[in-house]
């Protein structure tokens, strides 16, 4: 919801509530963590999956469910969303939803879209398909695609080719009339289904099909996450943006650079928290979008930002980045200094860039390198930044 506009739901219409299943463990796709939360292009996948039902100023309510021991991702993943408190999967995807659907009973919604948080690249066309279909009457709206491939099976040696006349592959979201799907849950909830369109089946509903997407391809493997990362960049805008800061040294003990505090013999002179690491990272994202200078954005005649942590202005501009329908490719900063000494600190710089721009730390450089003393760096009367980043325009 934005100030701009008044909720459907408020002027008459509908009230839809989004559950996002995110429960998986998603072995198949490698890495340390579960594929819904690795990144992809420099977004995770579940914060994709949301971000893509953002427009939509109907949904009254989101509800994720997650993995036991996935908390500290989903928080990460979903930082600055208002969402309400995740809930605990289960063992099959089916139990899973019915634990969703049930933390939404509460908020009585009309109808319910149920999309897997490992489709990040639904479109908006295909999202209000399914929500025109519930609205003119269906009890469940499912996209559904032709099978293109030739299909085999293969039994006591013997290969048969199966044929696919009036075979269909299901997607996500589905959209259901929230009562009728809650209530096929309870009643079938035993049975051993892939998706809720079979408890739909089961329960007798009345179903529409809508046009499904062959852009809203389900992640399983590394695979499925490049080709998701190359069609991301199909139709994309590439823009650079360079940053520059440069602060006073004056009597202290620390200074702050990239996020982290450094013991030191004098401190940076600054309005805020004087970080010229986090300063120049954060000008050059407002460059590559446009969006003017970290001054106009956080002027330093404002004693509200008198010491403030520069953490917060860098997420600012990265959030702007994010409304745009952006993402960081790369972010690389340089400082300029004799002392303090960045190498014992440049792997804790890069984790706490990554953690606040929330990217994997393999897209953020930190670098250091002197003026070999020459100019205002190399007397150690101060010390400077630069920084430059690559970011990813356009709506998926």
Known sequence: MTPRHLPRYL???SRIALLIVAAGSGTRAGGDVPKQF???AGTSVLRRSLDAFAYRDDIAATQIVIGSGHE??????????KLL?????ADTRSHSVFHGLQALSVQKPDFVLIHDAARPLISRALIDRVIAALENGADAAIPLLPVADTLKTRNEGQWKTVPRDGLLRAQTPQGFRFDAILAAHRKFG???VTDDMAMAELAGLKIEAVAGEERNLKITTQDDMAFAEKLLGGNAEFRTGMGFDAHRFVAGDHVWLCGVKIAHDKTLEGHSDADAGLHALTDALLGAIGAGDIGQHFPPTDPKWRGANSAQ???????????KGGALINADVTLICEKPK???HREAMRARVAEILNVDASRVSVKATTTEGMGFTGRNEGLAAQALVTVRLGTP
């Open 313 to 323: 202005f860098l997420e600012h501009a990265m959030s702007l980045l994010r409304e």
């Open 72 to 81: 500290d991702l989903f928080r990460k993943a979903t930082d600055g969303l």
């Open 11 to 13: 002027a008459g219409m």
């Open 342 to 344: 960045i190498g014992p």
């Open 38 to 40: 690795q990144s992809l």
């Open 190 to 192: 035993h049975e051993s």
């Open 85 to 89: 408190a995740p809930v605990a999967g």
